[in-house]
Structures are given as C-alpha cells and as structure tokens.
C-alpha cells in the first residue's frame, strides 16, 4: 500500500508560480512511475505529467509543455510538479499518482494505468 499526499496549491496571479509536491508512504517509492492530473469543475480528469521510476524519463501534456517541469527524490519519497507561467486555464484539482513497476524507466499517461491517488491539492489562477 503507498499513501500519497500532495501539498503546495494556493491562489496566484497568472504568471506567477507554484510548486507542487507529493509525499509518498513506504520504502519502494523508486518502484513507483508517478504521475500529475488535474480536473477542473465541470471537466474530465486531465493527465498533466509523469516519470519514470528513476526519474530519468518525463512526459508532458501539450497543454503544460515548457511551463511545467516533473522531478522526484526518491531519498525523500517526493515528487514534485514546478509550474511556472500559469494561466487562468490551469485552474484545478490537481492530483498525483503512483503506478507500480519493476523497470525503473516506465511511465505511463493513462490515468487507469495508477494504482494510488492523493486527495488532491488545488490551483487556483487568477487573471
């Protein structure tokens, strides 16, 4: 079982930034491919992130592409979402998520895919 934790959301201005960070539970955190979604109200869940169990493969939506950076550190069970020139359309719920697997270069975007979610943590952007 891994338990994850996110913190860091809040209110910015648009430009501004924020970092996220999810802390997870147990010592096999550099098993774990992890992942960032976000859902915004009246929206589907949204895949923003992910990276590979040794954090040396990353994947990006589009949407998020040269603003957002993904990194964990497996020494401190985190992984963390940098997000930096927002905009009013990143406003969400964002979330992270922990898929299990024994290859330290997988990663995956698909939201089924993860076996943990934290609770979420939210990002509110003003213009």
């Known amino acids: 079982q891994v338990q994850l934790v996110e913190s860091g959301g809040g209110l910015v201005q648009a430009g501004g930034s924020l970092r996220l960070a999810c802390a997870a539970s147990g010592r096999t955190f550099s098993r774990y491919a992890m992942g960032w979604f976000r859902q915004a109200p009246g929206k589907e869940r949204e895949f923003v992130a992910a990276?590979?169990?040794?954090?040396?493969?990353?994947y990006y939506a589009d949407s998020v592409k040269g603003r957002f950076t993904i990194s964990r550190d497996n020494a401190k069970n985190t992984a963390y979402l940098q997000m930096n020139s927002l905009k009013p359309d990143d406003t969400a719920l964002y979330h992270c998520?922990?898929?299990?697997?024994?290859?330290?270069?997988?990663?995956?975007?698909?939201?089924?895919?993860?076996?943990?979610w934290g609770q979420g943590t939210q990002v509110t952007v003003s213009s």
């Open positions: 998520a922990a898929d299990h697997s024994w290859s330290s270069y997988y990663y995956t975007t698909a939201a089924y895919e993860y076996d943990y």
């Open positions: 990276i590979s169990g040794s954090g040396g493969d990353t």
